[in-house]
Structure formats: structure tokens, C-alpha cells
């Protein structure tokens, strides 16, 4: 399936890419789900993916609810733009090297259902007729549903395959 541009088919991507990813990392070894990755890369581990996905849910929702509240924000937090985006997600990986794997699991599957949940609130021309919403700018809120899921859950299932290839504990 081609990125989503229907609220049907963004909901069924989202699902099927996110049920895609916890059965790659169900189907690895606590060790491997644990270990350092073998590549140089800000994201080390399987917990860093899980918490980089969780954040980005978190920003979606609260730029969301922020201005269906009538409050104007950017979906990037201050003092970050769409240049500088690389290094707020570093301040993410920083924020959650104490954060344990287990939680970073239960955070992602609680944000994932949070954004399934806001999703549905929207009517399939809301989320992918261009200026719906003044505050999504030249984009749709469909499009930032989409790269908030689906297409950040194949990110991250590629990062994770790739550690799998290159993991030291090999296969169960």
C-alpha cells in the first residue's frame, strides 16, 4: 500500500505497520531487544526507536489539542523548526536513557491508541482536503498522521531489522 490518503486507508496502514513492528520485536531474543546496536547512530537501542516513536505520537497529539483549542502552535516545539529538528530528537533520546524498556513498550502501545483515537475524531476530508485547518499550513492533518505512523513505524522497522542482521545474539 502506497502512503495513505484516505482516513480508511491511514487507519489501516497505521494498524498494520504497528502490529508489523511488535511482531519483528516480539519475534527477537531479550538480548537482542536489549543489546547495543552494532551501528553508530543516535537511536542504540530497541528502547531508543520505542521512545523516539512515543515522542513524536506525543508531539501530534499535543499540537492537535493545542489548536483545536484555538491556541496557534507549530507542530515543532520552540525553539526547534524543520532544520533544527535533528537536534530535538537527541533532547528525546537524552530525556529517556532512564526510562526501561518495558516502559518504553507500554508508552508506545498507550500513544499509538491515542493517536488511533484522535484519528477517528476527524472525517476522512478533514484529515485530506488541503486547508482544512489553518494551522496545518500548506500540508493536510492526514499527512502528519501518516508520518507520526505508519511511515515512522517503517523507520523504525527497518532500524530494528538492521540490528537484527548485525546482532551478536543471533536468531532464538
Known sequence: MGRATTKTDLVIAANEQFNNLWKLIDSMTDEQQNVTFAFEDRDKNVRDVLVHLYEWHELLLNWVKANRQGKAVPFLPAPYNWKTYPQMNVEF??????????????????????????????????????????????????????????????????????????CPYNRK
Not at 484529515?127 to 499550513?137: E, I, P, Q, V
Open 93 to 166: 533520546w537524552k530525556k529517556h536513557q532512564n526510562t526501561p524498556l518495558v516502559n518504553a513498550k507500554k508508552m508506545l502501545k498507550e500513544s499509538h491508541n491515542n493517536v488511533m483515537n484522535l484519528i477517528e475524531i476527524f472525517a476522512n476530508d478533514e484529515l485530506f482536503a488541503k486547508g482544512s485547518f489553518s494551522w496545518t499550513g500548506g500540508s493536510t492533518l492526514g499527512a502528519y498522521c501518516v508520518s507520526a505512523t505508519a511511515s515512522h513505524y517503517d523507520w523504525a522497522m527497518k532500524k530494528i531489522k538492521m540490528h537484527v542482521k548485525t
